[in-house]
């Protein structure tokens, strides 16, 4: 897969599988209503090309007030459903609480978009320094690969390392090395773990 890659852009072209064309259906509602948002987690690796399932898209959003939160449910309600809420009330009450929203087609649960706000330092790290993608000339953006690395090491489950391991092999030469350093602090991630699942050592 050939990249133009900087700190702040990738740019490449591929063919979309039908997730992908769900997750560009769904954000183009989030460009509409002007809303910010950062895709985080497996849905990452997959779409660089990672060969393994998901059901669900995790993002990140902006904070928003209520008057933008219904007009985005108003844009949405022809082609998506809520899944734990049927009201625009209701669901921002449920947001502002700090309860993710899950939205999906409306003749089907799966996939679905979970829709996260933002709790942590690094949740709104992730949105302020999210990285622009152009595919196919369609936009959208991710978290920084290093804080996904990172993150990923974290949670430490079998499936959360392999999607590192592969984040890490497919960007290798255009991570910036201390900032993925960096990240692994802050998540609590040791050297020492880094090296043993990613199979190398961290210069």
Same mark, same amino acid.
């Given at each position: ?7 702040k852009k990738i740019i490449f072209n591929k063919e979309l599988r039908a997730i992908d064309e ?11 209503? !002007? ?10 690796? +997959? ?11 995790? $993002?990140?959003?902006?904070?928003l007030n209520f008057e933008r939160f219904a007009e985005f449910w108003n844009l949405i309600s ?61 936009? $959208? ?11 990923? $090491? ?12 592969? $984040?890490?092999?497919?960007? !290798? ?10 990240? +692994?602090?802050? +998540? ?16």
């Amino acid at each position: 897969m050939e990249m133009n890659y900087t700190s702040k852009k990738i740019i490449f072209n591929k063919e979309l599988r039908a997730i992908d064309e769900f997750v560009f259906s769904f954000i183009s509602y989030l460009d509409k209503a !002007k809303i910010k948002y950062v895709i985080i987690s497996g849905y990452v690796g +997959l779409f660089f090309g990672r060969n393994r399932n998901t059901e669900d898209i995790d $993002l990140f959003v902006e904070d928003l007030n209520f008057e933008r939160f219904a007009e985005f449910w108003n844009l949405i309600s022809s082609e998506f459903d809520c899944l734990n809420a049927t009201e625009p009330k209701y669901a921002y009450d449920s947001l502002a609480n700090e309860v993710a929203l899950r939205f999906h087609k409306k003749d089907s649960f799966i996939p679905n978009i979970e829709f996260k706000p933002l709790k942590t330092d690094i949740d709104r790290y992730s949105l302020e320094k999210r990285v622009e993608i152009v595919c196919n000339s369609k936009r $959208l953006y991710f978290s920084p690969l290093e804080l996904q690395i990172a993150f990923k $090491l974290e949670l430490g489950s079998e499936k959360d390392e392999e999607d590192a391991r592969f $984040l890490y092999k497919v960007f !290798k030469e255009h991570l910036n090395k201390p900032l993925l350093s960096e990240m +692994l602090e802050k +998540l609590n991630v040791s050297n020492k773990k880094f090296e043993m699942i990613i199979g190398e050592k961290l210069e």
